[in-house]
Every structure is written in structure tokens, then in C-alpha cells.
């Protein structure tokens, strides 16, 4: 079926994917119509072996300003149970290829989630994060406590959540929350290059790799180490390991087939 809310190219460039976020007028809220047409995108992205990585963006003035206020207003907290609109985050968050957030403008409350839920968020100069949901009278609730807390630490992450202050992209940058911030001309084109470097990879490699790096945040250590040393050993049931391996051993450069 036709998406409304988003449009996707599976093959903007080599390998490479790219949805966007389309609800220009209400700044890309999301609203559960657009977040069940980006699950399902992900969802047969995923299963397409073209496709090595996904790249998710907005337009210029903003990559998504949260989840969409107006759907929410009049419910009560029954409706929202009923509703779990986060069993579609939790799907979209089990995404297996690299998923890079190419973000300029806003990316506030759910906007900044989803940014979050992304791999790497390359920001344009003019992107500002932030969780304001505080202001409106609740909480984030698409993993903005969890996620921003790890990566910009308690204090950071409890003076955004409790002012509901945005950050500009260069504080982002400083505080570890983005991968790079370029002019807003180039930060589609920074994040395709992301992309690009990463589509040469073993498409099998990428995906062990990231499931390992995202078990960091969900087991402890040895929980995790132990996770990674199997995808390790997993890998050399792969042919693009033996191609990786023996083109280094060649000097040659390797010719990754996802198998
Ligand atoms: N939901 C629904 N509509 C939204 C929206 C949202 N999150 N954000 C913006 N819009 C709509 C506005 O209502 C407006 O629509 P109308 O033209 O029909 O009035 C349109 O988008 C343009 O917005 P503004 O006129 O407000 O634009 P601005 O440049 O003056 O301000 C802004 C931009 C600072 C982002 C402001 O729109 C704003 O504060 N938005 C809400 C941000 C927010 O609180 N986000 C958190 C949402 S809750 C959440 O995300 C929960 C969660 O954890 C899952």
C-alpha cells in the first residue's frame, strides 16, 4: 500500500535506502499512521537483500517534532495502554541493517527518540534536540529517559527532561549524542557518505556488529562479551569473511556478496 506520511527509495544510492519523513505542515509529527507506515517500511527494508543500509530523514525545518499532540490530547491512560503505541517503536528498534538519523531542524520528544533509536544521527547546524514533553505535563515515553541518559549522561539528560530546553547540534556533537554536524546543505549528503562507507562492509558483519554494540546497553558485561564472541564466531560461517580475509591476504580489495 502507498505510504501518506513517508516516502521510501530502496535504492537511492548503491545499497543504500532512504525514508522520509512526510508530514511537512505539523513539522513531522508522529502521529500512528506515519510511525506504522515507517515500521512497515523498515520491516520490508530489512528483508531486501539490495539494501545494506537505511538512512531516515525529514526536510530542513525539522526531522520530527514529536509524537503528534493532537492524536494524544483527549486520552486517558487506558486508551494509550490499548492503543501501545510503543510495540511499533519496539519493532522498529529491532531494525537488523544500520539505520542512520540524517537530522536538521527539530528532532524534539518523540523526534529525538527516534533520532535516538537510529545507529548514528548526522546533524545538520541548524538541528536542535530536545525533550519537552515536561512542558506539556508528562514524560518522554519512547525511550528518552533510557537513551539520553547513556549517551549524554544523568546530569545532561536530567536538566533536558526536567526544562524541556532544546540543545543545538554542536552541544549534541559535544555532549556524544551525534556522530557529526555539517552545513544544511550537506547533511543528507554527509549521511548518504556514512551510508556509503558502511554498504562496502559484509552486509552480514554490519548487522552482527550492530546487534552486539546495541547488547551494550541491555546486559552487563560479561552478559554482553559473551553475546559478541558467538556473532564472532558466527561470522567465519560466512563467505564474506573467507572474501574479507583473503583479499587483505591478496591486496586486493574485497568483494562483499552478503553470504
Ligand atoms: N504534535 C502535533 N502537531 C504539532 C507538533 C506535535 N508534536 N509539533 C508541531 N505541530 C504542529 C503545530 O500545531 C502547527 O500546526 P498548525 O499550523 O495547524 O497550528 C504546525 O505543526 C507548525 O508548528 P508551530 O506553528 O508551533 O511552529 P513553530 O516554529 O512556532 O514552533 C516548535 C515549532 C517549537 C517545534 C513547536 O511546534 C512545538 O513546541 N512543538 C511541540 C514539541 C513537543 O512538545 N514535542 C513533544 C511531543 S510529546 C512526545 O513526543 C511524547 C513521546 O515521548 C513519545
Known amino acids: 500500500m502507498q505510504a501518506e506520511f513517508i516516502t521510501v527509495t530502496p535504492q537511492y544510492r548503491k545499497h543504500i535506502a ?15 499512521q506515519l510511525m506504522g507506515e515507517l515500521r512497515d517500511a523498515l520491516v520490508a527494508l530489512d528483508e531486501d537483500d539490495e539494501v545494506r543500509v537505511i538512512v531516515l530523514t525529514g526536510n530542513e525545518r525539522a526531522f520530527a517534532a ?5 492524536q494524544m490530547a483527549g486520552k486517558g491512560a487506558i486508551d494509550m495502554a490499548k492503543v501501545d503505541q510503543f510495540s511499533t517503536w519496539d519493532k522498529i528498534k529491532r531494525t537488523k541493517k544500520p539505520l542512520i538519523a540524517a537530522v536538521s ?19 545538520s547546524e541548524t538541528a536542535q534536540f530536545g525533550q ?9 515515553g519512547a525511550g528518552g529517559t533510557q537513551r539520553l541518559t547513556r549517551a549524554i549522561g544523568k546530569a545532561r539528560a536530567m536538566e533536558l527532561v526536567l526544562t524541556g530546553k532544546f540543545i543545538s ?7 556524544g549524542l551525534v556522530n557529526r554536524v555539517v ?3 550537506m547533511y543528507l549528503q554527509s549521511a548518504m557518505e556514512l551510508a556509503a562507507e558502511i554498504a562496502q562492509m559484509s552486509p552480514i558483519a554490519t548487522q552482527m556488529a550492530k546487534e552486539s554494540v546495541n547488547h551494550a546497553y541491555e546486559s552487563s558485561l560479561s552478559e554482553g562479551l559473551y553475546f559478541e564472541r558467538k556473532n564472532f564466531y558466527l561470522l567465519f560461517a560466512s563467505e564474506d569473511q573467507k572474501e574479507g580475509m583473503n583479499a587483505f591476504i591478496e591486496k586486493r580489495q574485497p568483494d562483499f556478496k552478503g553470504k
Open 105 to 123: 531542524g527539530f528532532a524534539l520528544g518523540g523526534g529525538c527518540e527516534l533520532a535516538m533509536t537510529c545507529d548514528m544521527i548526522v546533524a
Open 132 to 140: 519537552p514533553e515536561i512542558k506539556i505535563g508528562v514524560m518522554p
Open 183 to 185: 552545513p544544511v546543505e
Open 66 to 70: 514529536g509524537a503528534d499532540i493532537k
Open 18 to 32: 532512504l525514508i522520509a519523513l512526510n508530514r511537512p505542515k505539523e513539522l513531522n509529527a508522529l502521529n500512528l
Open 169 to 175: 547540534a554542536q552541544e549534541a556533537l559535544n555532549w
